[in-house]
């Protein structure tokens, strides 16, 4: 599971590779399990990948939930009663093409191959397709019968459906109104890959959106719009995003459309986030099976009916490697071959640390003492790191390869004016900076559009 990289080449799309490295060497992402040889589909996150991952979900929160009227939040368990996969149709359907290689006995995802019936590992002759169920399954309880068995979630929106009466019940939403939800799912992928691109444990962010019957086609361009605007928001650039309409043969079972918000990755152009029309299905599928009455009257028009849903689903390891990937620059700083610098041009929002102080030189006590004072006094309100070590080109340098915006530098001039230089990460330029002006200036620039 070593992650050994090519070196990059300067001015070429960023390696997959490159950044898996970057990933590793510096705090985000490690393989889980590293130390037992790691487990296919699994990655843990170190302390600047919770970071990110944080940023990323509160930014997601922010936009679907809390600056909203009409969309409420929802925590629902990961282990559902199996009835719910029953109705959901995942118990049947949730199920994707295999075929085992009859040579190395390796086995692949069927719809995903170069030549149906060949190995691409050893060109061996590809057996014949099976449909596997991709739930991961358990036992509730102590005994490990068949009347115990229970299914990890494979996507959090269940959890939604089968809530829905009960958040129309105890809030005061009218359609049309949503339910969002982030939440770990699981699948047990075929075939995972491409870094944390194809995982079998991963978070979704997710919310179903309950509007009238007959509203669901300018609801569905409604949300693929704004959904469009929030990758734009945390600093995805607009040429890296495309959206693509399913073809029919691609539509899942319950859907009457969707619209996958893509990036390009360095392996491809891959979904990121889909944007399905779920009809009524998963309300009347419930309905059906529980018995329990799943549909809404609607004062304005004396009628009763099942709503339908418009789903906007994303995926926060998706989101993370394409915030990774976009943000990921290797650049010429000066003439000498040396001369390179790798650096995370995320946006400030979404950086793990906003600021970093330093003292410029470490063995002064009186500098190092109003660093630390400044530092302390930055750290309740912005994510902010100290460095100490080495030299502050060597600090800069290590700050451009997490993403740091800026980066405060203590010297005499400050032990004299109370000045810092600030040094912004993107243009490498300096400026002084009274230390009581650094708090107003940092929330000035995090409001910034590009902030
Ligand atoms: N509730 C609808 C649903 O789950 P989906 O397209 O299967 O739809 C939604 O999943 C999003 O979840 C995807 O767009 C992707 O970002 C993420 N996702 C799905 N499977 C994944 C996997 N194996 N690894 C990482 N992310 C995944």
């Known amino acids: 599971m070593a992650v050994s990289p090519k070196p990059a080449v300067l001015g070429e799309p960023p390696r997959l590779d490159s950044i898996a490295a970057l990933a590793k060497r510096r705090g985000f992402v490690y393989p889980s399990s590293e130390i037992y040889g790691g487990l296919n589909g699994f990655w843990d996150y170190g302390p600047l990948g919770v970071a990110l991952r944080n940023n990323l979900k509160r930014a997601w929160w922010y936009s679907m939930v809390e600056s909203r009227d009409d969309v409420v939040g929802l925590d629902s368990a990961i282990i559902l009663n199996p009835a719910v996969w029953q109705a959901s149709g995942h118990t049947q359907r949730f199920t994707d093409p295999m075929a085992d290689c009859q040579e190395c006995r390796r086995r692949w995802r069927a719809d995903d191959l170069p030549s149906p019936d060949v190995c691409p590992a050893c060109g061996g002759q590809?057996?014949?397709?099976?449909?596997?169920?991709?739930?991961?399954?358990?036992?509730?309880?102590?005994v490990a019968d068949e009347s115990a068995r229970a299914f990890l979630r494979p996507e959090t929106a269940q959890g939604i459906f089968i809530n829905f009466a009960n958040v129309l019940d105890s809030s005061r939403q009218k359609i049309p109104f949503g339910i969002a939800q982030i939440g770990r799912s699981f699948r047990n992928e075929i075939t995972t890959g491409n870094f944390i691109f194809r995982v079998r444990e991963f978070e979704q962010l997710e919310m179903e959106y309950f509007v009238r019957p007959g509203d669901d086609d300018r609801w569905?361009?409604?949300?693929?719009?704004?959904?469009?605007?929030?990758?734009?928001a945390i600093g995805i650039r607009e040429d890296s995003l495309t959206v693509?309409?399913?073809?029919?043969?691609?539509?899942?079972?319950?859907?009457?459309q969707t619209a996958?918000?893509?990036?390009?990755?360095?392996?491809?152009?891959?979904?990121?986030?889909?944007i399905a029309d779920r009809t009524d299905f998963d309300l009347k599928a419930h309905t059906a099976a529980s018995g329990r009455d799943l549909t809404y009257f609607d004062e304005e028009s004396g009628q009763r009916y099942t709503p339908w849903v418009i789903e906007p689903a994303a995926g926060l390891e998706r989101a993370f490697l394409a915030v990774l990937c976009d943000a990921y620059a290797e650049e010429q700083t000066g003439p000498k071959p040396s001369e390179i610098r790798t650096v995370l041009r995320f946006a400030?929002?979404?950086?793990?640390?906003?600021?970093?102080?330093?003292?410029?030189?470490?063995?002064?006590?009186?500098?190092?003492?109003r660093a630390r004072s400044i530092y302390?006094?930055?750290?309740?309100?912005?994510?902010?790191a100290w460095?100490?070590?080495?030299?502050?080109?060597?600090?800069?340098?290590?700050?451009?390869?997490?993403g740091t915006p800026w980066c405060i530098t203590v010297d005499y001039q400050t032990l004299e004016e109370g000045t810092v230089t600030v040094r912004d990460r993107d243009t490498m330029q300096q400026e002084r900076v009274h230390e009581s002006e650094l708090a107003d200036l940092f929330l000035s620039r995090l409001r910034e559009p590009s902030g």
């Open 348 to 369: 400030p929002r979404m950086a793990p640390y906003k600021a970093a102080v330093f003292p410029l030189v470490a063995n002064k006590p009186e500098l190092h003492q």
């Open 220 to 232: 569905w361009q409604y949300w693929i719009d704004q959904r469009l605007g929030w990758w734009h």
């Open 376 to 384: 302390e006094t930055l750290r309740p309100q912005f994510a902010t």
């Open 260 to 274: 996958d918000i893509e990036f390009r990755f360095p392996f491809g152009v891959k979904e990121l986030e889909g």
């Open 126 to 142: 590809l057996g014949e397709v099976r449909q596997f169920n991709t739930m991961f399954s358990t036992h509730v309880g102590p």
């Open 387 to 402: 460095d100490q070590r080495g030299n502050v080109g060597k600090r800069y340098r290590s700050q451009d390869e997490i």
């Open 244 to 256: 693509r309409r399913h073809e029919p043969s691609e539509l899942s079972h319950y859907s009457k």
